[in-house]
């Protein structure tokens, strides 16, 4: 039975533990076995979690800096609000999401992305009916499934924001520009915004035409699983991934060079706005979005230290008519969506974060001395200094052997001689010079010390 056991595939576990549950013996082994998480859904732990966290306030920090407030809607929708805001041409609605039909028989998926369901909040409660201008944004796991590999997950997470209500091309410099402003806030230097324009309707529509002729007129350079979508969306064929595709792709019109008075404006202003504020671009028409309600401007933030394939860090544009297509009554909106799992990756490679660091280490010993430096590291950290302290009773030597592995700034000295004679002792590590500060002054004089040493930084 044991070697049967070794060549059991975990995620088939709860199946297996059914078939066998008459062989007690086997049972009692299947269950004893470790589980694994879903292929392709990652544990995000310490020390990985710390980037994490940084690029999430950091998202947090320029969106209140630019006045977006935060959205969070269900995980969990109805599959119809998927197919009709991302559109059932997709890869992502035609072979990537995660739809069940629940207890009730009602067909629900895993949300693939974040703007669907954000337009149809904003319907429901009649936002944009209340207020002229809606500036959000959202932070949150995404599902699709794809085929795992680096950068590229079935549980992704996404922070995006939206701005709903304004036609102007300001706005869509503006959302650009929070976009560029994180990534430079969280140190991605490497890092290209690549800027086009899918035009309006009138341009468009005449546009796709033409390209749905030729693609049929070349159908056996057209990727098999693109045939289905030579109709609906033919311009997607810009961003397919297959180097035929690629290869066809270059030999076809742009629609960059048939853009009506509007679709030429609008993007020239965009461009105008992106130079004032120093924010550097290229234009690449082979950023397309494709779907009806997509127009104007589409970019991508793209970077060269994560491969071919999964080189996005994040993608938006335009979508004016998205609003009416679920329901609601016509509304400009612009937005985009970065993965935070691949920004996580680019900062991990680059080390651009050092880790975390507790700001000070308290070593003590003897019962006076716990007594102290427990209440000294709850005062310090009620103002956000990070400390640690001995928990289990160790040696000062075992105890500053972990403040040098835990890579602290300062070390506070809280022996049985301190005690005694009243004085405790800072060391600040990387200078190693020392201080001593009196014991009923420690939190005190602590404070004085870090808001200097943050002063300095
Ligand atoms: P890609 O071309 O890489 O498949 P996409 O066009 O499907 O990206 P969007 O739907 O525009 O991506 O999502 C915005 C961002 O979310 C992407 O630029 C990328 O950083 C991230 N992203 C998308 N899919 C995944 C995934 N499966 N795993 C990790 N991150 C993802
Ligand atoms: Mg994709």
């Given at each position: 039975m044991g070697g049967i056991l070794l060549d059991?595939?975990?995620?088939h576990l709860y199946l297996l533990d059914i078939l066998v549950l008459t062989r007690s013996e086997v049972h009692v082994n299947l269950w004893c076995m470790k589980l694994q998480s879903i292929r392709g859904m990652n544990d995000i732990a310490p020390p990985e979690s710390h980037i994490w966290g940084k690029i999430e306030d950091a998202a947090r920090a320029v969106c209140r800096a630019a006045g977006y407030g935060e959205i969070r809607t269900p995980i969990?929708?109805?599959t119809e609000l998927f197919k009709r805001g991302v559109g059932e041409a997709t890869d992502i609605v035609e072979k990537e999401m995660y739809t069940f039909d629940d207890r009730n028989g009602d067909s629900l998926t895993l949300?693939?992305?974040?703007t669907a369901g954000v337009v149809r909040a904003v319907n429901q409660h009649g936002w944009a009916i209340q207020q002229s201008i809606l500036k959000l944004f959202y932070l949150g796991p995404m599902y699709r499934h794809e085929r795992p590999q680096k950068g590229r997950y079935r549980q992704f997470y996404q922070f995006g924001i939206e701005l709903l209500g304004v036609q102007d091309p300001l706005a869509d410099a503006e959302v650009i520009s929070v976009g560029w402003d994180l990534l430079k806030k969280i140190g991605i230097h490497d890092v290209e915004l690549r800027i086009s324009t899918l035009g309006t309707d009138s341009c468009r529509k005449p546009y796709f035409k033409k390209l749905t002729a030729l693609l049929k007129e070349n159908m056996d350079l057209v990727p098999e699983d693109f045939k289905s979508r030579i109709?609906?969306?033919?311009?997607?064929i810009f961003d397919h991934k297959d180097e035929k595709a690629q290869a066809l792709a270059k030999k076809l019109p742009l629609l960059l060079d048939e853009l009506d008075e509007e679709s030429s404006q609008h993007f020239k202003r965009v461009q105008e706005h992106l130079h004032s504020m120093e924010i550097p671009f290229v234009v690449d028409a082979?950023?397309?979005?494709?779907?009806?309600y997509y127009c104007h401007t589409a970019f991508e933030f793209t970077t060269n230290?994560?491969?071919?394939?999964?080189?996005?860090?994040g993608g938006g544009g335009r979508y004016d008519g998205l609003v009416e297509m679920l329901g609601g009554r016509p509304t400009p909106g612009v937005g985009f969506a970065m993965g935070l799992d691949r920004l996580a990756l680019v900062l991990q490679e680059a080390s651009s974060f050092g880790g975390v660091r507790p700001d000070l280490v308290i070593v003590s010993s003897g019962k006076e001395s716990v007594s102290v430096s427990l209440k000294v590291a709850r005062e310090l950290r009620g103002r956000g200094i990070s400390v640690e302290v001995d928990?289990?009773?160790?040696?000062m030597k075992a105890q500053l052997k972990r403040a040098n592995k835990l890579n602290a700034q300062y070390v506070l000295l809280i022996g049985e001689d301190e005690c005694a004679s009243g004085m405790a002792i800072l060391k600040?590590?990387?200078?190693?010079s020392e201080d001593s500060i009196p014991l009923e002054k420690l939190t005190a004089q602590l404070l004085e010390k870090f808001v200097e040493s943050f002063h300095q930084e």
């Open positions: 059991v595939d975990l995620r969990l929708e109805p949300r693939p992305e974040g109709e609906k969306n033919p311009q997607r082979n950023i397309v979005r494709g779907l009806d230290s994560l491969g071919k394939t999964q080189n996005a860090l928990l289990e009773g160790r040696s600040n590590m990387e200078t190693r």
